[in-house]
């Protein structure tokens, strides 16, 4: 991906900085115009992106940790929402329970002449701009002229196809004939089957939720699926490419964040434990801690 973006010098005047600081009070109209430009810089070259508001928060905000401890990840989502309702400057969307947006205006602002990339993010139905009375971009009925199937089943894009090493041995071939391969032991320390093709150690899978949260662990894993199933690809270590996408999507880990447990709602400061002290879940959220925390974990307590 093009490490530029072109931002319109009418930004500010656009209809969609008037609908934020006109319908949000105080500053949040000036925070929500940072998280619409981090939506910009953080889409593929065909103006998509995830839709994970940890990622966009670290993205809007990293200059000013101040302001980012105190803007929530539903405030991003809200934020979006209003975009999306009012302006349908970015559009939402769903692949494989994965959540995605898509900013309509690309093809206009971002007339580079860098060949676009290869993407991991699914293209958007064209029944979503249909829905919304909105043409559908060039480059999504180039793909879909391209396609040999008639629904966006393929994650990426298709429009380079590119070819790398992996697929080139045993395991690719196998793959390319169409034969499983057969699930291994599920000892301790061997590798377990994660949806279809995916194979993570306990000890790997532990870590990934460790420090990332299980939201994000288990949406990068669906991610390697699909990739790996659209693409024809294999690796020779699917934890290690998981920690690559997670640095290459720069998602956050959870460090002095303060932590939430799955199971019992408990809350703490800082990394997570290994386990949950009081109900000894492995599974753990990430996030600003709610000024009373520890008077919930207090109430929860006595549950």
């Known amino acids: 991906m093009p490490e530029r973006r072109m931002i319109s010098r009418d930004i500010y005047d656009s209809s969609v900085a008037w609908t934020l600081g006109t319908q949000l009070e105080g500053y949040d109209g000036l925070k929500a115009q940072r998280v619409w430009e981090a939506l910009i810089l953080l ?12 990622m966009i928060r670290k993205k809007a905000f990293a200059s ?3 302001v980012e401890k105190d803007v929530t990840e539903d405030d991003i989502i809200k934020w979006i ?18 959540k995605f947006y898509t900013l309509t205006g690309w093809e206009h602002y971002q007339r580079g002449n860098w060949r676009p990339e290869e993407s991991n ?18 480059f999504i009925l180039k793909a879909l002229d391209k396609s040999e199937k008639s ?13 790398g090493r992996e697929g080139n041995g045993k395991e690719g071939k196998e793959r390319k004939e169409g034969k499983e391969e057969p699930p291994p032991a599920l000892s301790d320390g ?7 093709s995916v194979y993570l150690t306990d000890g790997e899978y532990r870590d990934l939720r460790k420090r990332y949260g299980i939201q994000a662990t288990d949406s990068m894993i669906q991610d390697l699926e699909l990739y790996m199933k659209s693409k024809n690809k294999s ?25 939430k447990c799955l199971g019992c709602s408990l809350m703490g400061q800082d990394k997570p434990p290994d ?14 801690l709610q000024d009373n925390w520890k008077e919930l974990n207090q109430k929860t307590a006595n549950k």
């Open 64 to 66: 000013v940790p101040d």
């Open 121 to 138: 993010i699914p293209l958007p139905p064209k029944e979503l701009f249909i829905k919304y009375g909105l043409s559908i971009p060039n």
């Open 81 to 98: 929402n209003l975009i999306e309702a009012m302006e349908k400057a970015v559009l939402t969307y769903e692949y494989a329970g994965q």
């Open 151 to 163: 629904k966006l089943e393929v994650l990426g894009t298709e429009l380079n196809e590119g070819k």
């Open 275 to 288: 386990k949950c002290p009081r109900c000894g879940t492995l599974d753990f959220t990430n996030g600003k």
């Open 43 to 54: 889409a593929d070259d065909y103006g998509n992106g995830k839709l994970i508001p940890a």
């Open 235 to 259: 690796y020779d270590s699917h934890y290690d490419t998981i920690l690559r996408w997670f640095k290459r999507d720069k998602v956050p880990e959870i460090n002095n964040l303060g932590w």
């Open 190 to 196: 061997e590798k377990k089957r994660h949806l279809n």
